[in-house]
Structures are given as C-alpha cells and as structure tokens.
C-alpha cells in the first residue's frame, strides 16, 4: 500500500511534469504531442522514476493502478496552472489565432473549472491504464534478468 509521504512525491512529482508540459504547447505546433505526453505518458514516467530511486520496491498491479490515478489527475492540474495564464497573457498581446478559444474560455470562467476537473479525470483514466501496462510489462520482462 501507499503511504502518506510517498503520496506527497508523487502529487509533487506530477505537478512539476504537467507544468513542463503546460509550457511546451505555448508552441502551437507542439500542443497535441504535449497532450498526449500528458494523457498517456506520465504515469509510466513516474513509475519509472520511483523505481529507479528505490521509492518502490516493487511495481504491482495494484500500485501502478493508485500512482497512475494520482499522477494523472495531478499533472492534469499542474498542466492547466501553466498553460491557461500563460495562453490567455500571450493572447492578449499578441493577438495569436492559435489561443483564441483561451480568452472565450477566461471570459465564461465558470467553464474552466468544471472543464479543467473533466480533463483531469479523463487523464487520471488514461494514465491508470498506461500504468497499468507499464506494471504488467514491467513484471513480465523485470523478473526475466533477476
């Protein structure tokens, strides 16, 4: 099980990637790729890396399943505390038609929030099953060499 303070390194950990991602789509041509990094990828990155620094000892099923939903959800967060502000700043600038759809969203706030939690949710799924196989594989080929 998961404890309190591995807890905590994971929610940190998520929102420090989501915010790298949040900056990467500023680039328009790069938005897509961002997303899907953020949908998908997290998770296995964050297994991944906990493994590596021995924060876990084991990746099984039922960890990957709880880490890919909390760093889903918490990348989901750190993506939109980066890419909302500084879309909607870049846009009242420089008036780029790639970020439009930022102001509309800002003018009608009582969107954004339930739309930012629907996301959330949605990348919580996503990365739940992207950890998911991540464990399975990782089981599958990880005890080969031992």
């Known amino acids: 099980m998961i404890d309190k303070s591995l807890t905590k390194i994971i929610v940190i950990t998520s929102l420090i990637s989501g915010a790298v991602l ?23 990155f964050i297994l991944i890396y906990m493994k590596r620094l021995n924060l876990i000892k084991t990746i099984d099923i039922e960890n990957s399943l709880i880490i890919g939903a909390i760093s889903g959800f918490s990348a989901c967060f750190g993506f939109a505390l980066i890419y909302f502000p500084i879309a909607f700043i870049l846009q009242l600038i420089f008036k780029v038609q790639s970020f439009i759809w930022i102001k509309v969203i800002f003018v009608n706030f009582g969107f954004l929030i339930p739309m930012i939690i629907f996301t959330a949710l949605l990348c919580a799924l996503f990365n739940t099953f992207s950890a998911f196989i991540t464990a399975y594989f990782y089981s599958y080929f990880g005890n080969k060499g031992n």
């Not at 990467?24 to 041509?29: F, G, Q, V, W, Y």
């Not at 790069?30 to 997290?42: E, N, R, V």
């Open 22 to 44: 949040g900056v990467i789509p500023l680039i328009p041509a790069f938005i897509w790729i961002a997303f899907l990094l953020l949908m998908f990828f997290i998770a296995p």
